[in-house]
Structures are given as structure tokens and as C-alpha cells.
């Protein structure tokens, strides 16, 4: 079956960095468009980057642009997030997610989750 396996939250100051992993088994990895999610306490799942098959093309949320990079490594079936410049308002479950086309909607597969923490 299809697994998304987040990894690499935790608990981090203000201003401070983390990398999220996400292994992916049971799909063809490479035929999928990537993504990370995240929500916050009380507020609803948001999307915050998302990386074509081949890796050539991404986009990221507003909120996150110039401070969060998202890649993946195909022989390695793993998507990362490099998370800088860490705020408060970053503090998540950061999910991973996957999907067949860079041009439809929904996610097919997502994972359980990592939290993310910033400290002030």
C-alpha cells in the first residue's frame, strides 16, 4: 500500500532552520507531483509548497516564499522542505502529500504528519 512518511519536526527558536523528509513507498514516485501542507491549532490545512515530478518546476505559498525551499530526490523516493528563517506562525503539522498531475486539485496520498514547533 501507499505510505507518506514525514520526518525531521521538532522544536526550534525564532529565526532558527529544519528539514522535513517525506519517504514515499508503494507508488511511482517520480510520476508524482509532491506537495507540503500544513495547520496550525485551530485553523484550517493550508498549502505551502509543491514540486513537479522531474523536480524543475515549484511553488510555494505566499507566506513561506524566500524562507522555505521544497525538493525531492528521486532515487531516493524522499521530498524534502528546507524550512528558514522559522516564525512563530509557523508552528504546524506539516504533512506531506502526493498527486498525479501538477494541474489537478486534489492530493491522492497524504501522510500523518510532523509537528513543528517555533519557539519565540
Known amino acids: 500500500q501507499v505510505q507518506l512518511v514525514e520526518s525531521g519536526g521538532g522544536l526550534v527558536q525564532a529565526g532558527g532552520s529544519l528539514r522535513l523528509s517525506c519517504a514515499v513507498s508503494?507508488?511511482?514516485?517520480?510520476?508524482?507531483?509532491m506537495g507540503w501542507f500544513r495547520q496550525a491549532p485551530g485553523k484550517e490545512r493550508e498549502f505551502v509548497a509543491a514540486i513537479r515530478e522531474s523536480g524543475d518546476r515549484s511553488s510555494y505559498a505566499d507566506s513561506v516564499k524566500g524562507r522555505f525551499t521544497i525538493s525531492r530526490d528521486n532515487a531516493k523516493n524522499t521530498v524534502y522542505l528546507h524550512m528558514g528563517s522559522l516564525k512563530p506562525e509557523d508552528t504546524a503539522v506539516y504533512y506531506c502529500a502526493a498527486k498525479s498531475s501538477w494541474y489537478y486539485f486534489q492530493y491522492n496520498y497524504w501522510g500523518q504528519g510532523t509537528q513543528v514547533t517555533v519557539s519565540s
Open positions: 508503494g507508488l511511482t514516485f517520480s510520476a508524482y507531483v
